[in-house]
């Protein structure tokens, strides 16, 4: 059974940083791309950081790139997420999910997380 | 960028009525829309792939279609766990999603 287990959202200060988890299990990490999608409070999905199943290459959002960092450990089917100069705008669930296709990076999204909560205080 | 636009914003539904949300993109995206289900406080579920690829476990009641810029995603017979919100989204050209559909109950 896949499962995917964030963790590391709290309360920021605007201007901070954090460094958000997913622990997965239940298929085989390192041979799909996964992804980073957040929410804002009664708000709509927007997709924030993708990187593929070795970690060379990564895919950021506009509104992200530049401050936010995706990366992965594969020894230990981690992904991460490192963001920086946070403003209270980007106060939303955090999501991580899993690439549903083994051939391709940018695919649909098959298995998400229950998310995790990132509140940027202004 | 590509841009997603979902209609209706909001839908007011029946049990066993049949339900049909539409998904626009702003340039062709050829097949590669995908379809989720959300719920208040859940995360977002698969339904949909490839335009009409029903996902696994998927009941069949869910079918989707469309290609280039025109999509549709339909419920043949309304049921109670279906009372949602419904997001389209493009994987053409990196990710996009639509701004949603909540079916509510009429």
Same mark, same amino acid.
């Given at each position: 059974e896949v499962q995917l287990l964030e963790s590391g959202g709290a309360l920021v200060q605007s201007g901070g940083s954090l460094t958000l988890s997913c622990a997965a299990s239940?298929?085989?990490?390192?041979t799909y791309a996964m992804t980073w999608v957040r929410q804002a409070p009664g708000k709509g999905l927007e997709w924030v950081s993708t990187v593929t199943g070795g970690g060379e290459r990564a895919y950021y959002a506009d509104s992200v790139k530049g401050r936010f960092i995706i990366s992965r450990d594969n020894s230990k089917n981690t992904l991460s997420l490192q963001m920086n100069?946070?403003?209270?705008?980007?106060t939303a669930m955090y999501y991580c999910a899993k690439v549903g296709?083994?051939?391709?990076?940018i695919a649909h999204f098959d298995y998400w997380g229950q998310g995790t909560l990132v509140t940027v205080s202004s | 960028d590509i841009q997603m636009t979902q209609s209706p914003s909001t839908l007011s539904a029946s049990v066993g009525d049949r339900v049909t949300i539409a998904c626009r993109a702003s340039? %062709?995206?050829?097949?590669w829309l995908a379809w989720y289900q959300q719920k208040p406080g859940k995360a977002p579920k698969l339904l949909i792939?490839?335009? %009409?690829s029903l996902e696994s476990?998927?009941? %069949?009641?869910f079918s989707g279609s469309g290609s280039g810029t025109e999509f549709t995603l339909t419920i043949s017979s309304l049921q109670p766990d279906d009372f949602a919100t419904y997001y389209c989204q493009q994987y053409n050209t990196m990710w996009t999603f639509g701004q949603g559909t909540k079916v509510e109950i009429k």
């Open positions: 239940g298929f085989t990490f390192n100069s946070l403003g209270a705008e980007e296709d083994t051939t391709m990076a | 340039q %062709s995206i050829s097949h792939y490839k335009a %009409s476990g998927v009941p %069949s009641r």
